[in-house]
């Protein structure tokens, strides 16, 4: 059984073109959790006409996005003509390989009207193999995401990426890794398998989690030791409705600037040459 290294919580971030983000890492206390870079939960909240903001034309290159939406609707534009909706449940995973640009902007509803909008947004690092690989879209709509419920129905788990309760993902991922998004009830208790050599945390989105002792709340994260090979977690009074990821290391350099993800200083001023000449086209 894996115990817990830490209890961290999510720091208030102001992204895109001005909304606000829990962001548990990267921060001071928490650089990186190998192979994931970030982790944002996009405020949630109830806008009014013409207060939703999205991140407008941006660069991506040498590693992946996964935007999750929980509530409401994104609309996605790419510089290779793609375009897409990511509504309550869907999941895009973007593995941005050699580089796009892309916006990701609230639904025109939304923006015209208002609405809710909560969702969130995971960076997985690619290994130095695929960073420059053809960028390549998995959009997986809610209905074809499997969900598993534990024999006694207190355990629901959404398996995003990875296997969970004898279901497994249709998405597929790059190096091995585990995206579960969990709903416990009051007073249950859930086992999950992660090989021993993976990182593992919870990111909790309501409720609260206890495992070997210590509890997580909303916007916290819970970072486990690389000492065992499964999580296990319970709940109290109330129950929890949170995120368990895990992922096997890369254990290679990492040289970040930004909206580039690369190995070392001169591949990253490479990228930064290849967007000035408009190497990465344009939308
Ligand atoms: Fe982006």
Excluded: C
Excluded at 171 to 187: E, N
Excluded at 224 to 243: C, H, I, M, P, R
Excluded at 265 to 279: L, R, V
Aim: zero cysteines; a negative charge.
């Amino acid at each position: 059984m894996r115990t817990v290294a830490s209890v961290i919580t999510a720091s208030r971030v102001k992204e895109g073109a001005g909304f606000y983000v829990r962001r548990p890492f990267p921060t001071r206390e928490l650089d990186r959790i190998d192979p994931f870079l970030l982790l944002d939960h996009m405020e949630p909240n109830d806008l009014g006409p013409g207060e939703a903001e999205g991140a407008p034309d941006h660069p991506h290159r040498g590693f992946e996005t996964v935007t999750y939406m929980l509530e409401g609707t994104m609309v996605h534009k790419d510089s290779a003509g793609n375009k897409g909706r990511i509504s309550s449940g869907d999941v895009q995973w973007m593995t941005a390989g050699s580089g796009v640009i892309h916006s990701e902007m609230p639904s025109e509803e939304i923006q015209r009207k208002g609405g809710r909008l909560n969702g969130l947004q995971l960076w997985v690092n690619l290994p130095q193999r695929d960073k420059m690989m053809a960028p390549r879209y998995q959009d997986t709509l809610a209905e074809s995401i499997p969900v598993a419920d534990s024999p006694d129905k207190s355990v629901k788990v959404k398996v995003i990426a990875g296997e969970s309760l004898g279901q497994s993902a249709v998405i597929q991922t790059r190096t091995p890794i585990i995206y579960l998004h969990v709903k416990m009830m009051a007073d249950a208790a859930f086992e999950q398998p992660i090989p021993a050599s993976f990182n593992a945390f919870i990111f909790v989105l309501s409720g609260q989690v206890t495992s070997g002792g210590q509890t997580a709340s909303s916007d916290q994260l819970m970072l486990f030791n690389q000492d065992g090979d499964k999580v296990s977690v319970s709940t109290a009074s109330t129950g929890a409705d949170f995120l368990l990821v895990a992922g096997e290391p890369l254990n290679e350099p990492v040289s970040r600037y930004g909206p580039f993800v690369m190995n070392t200083k001169s591949e990253i001023m490479q990228a930064i040459d290849d967007f000035n000449e408009g190497k990465f086209g344009q939308i």
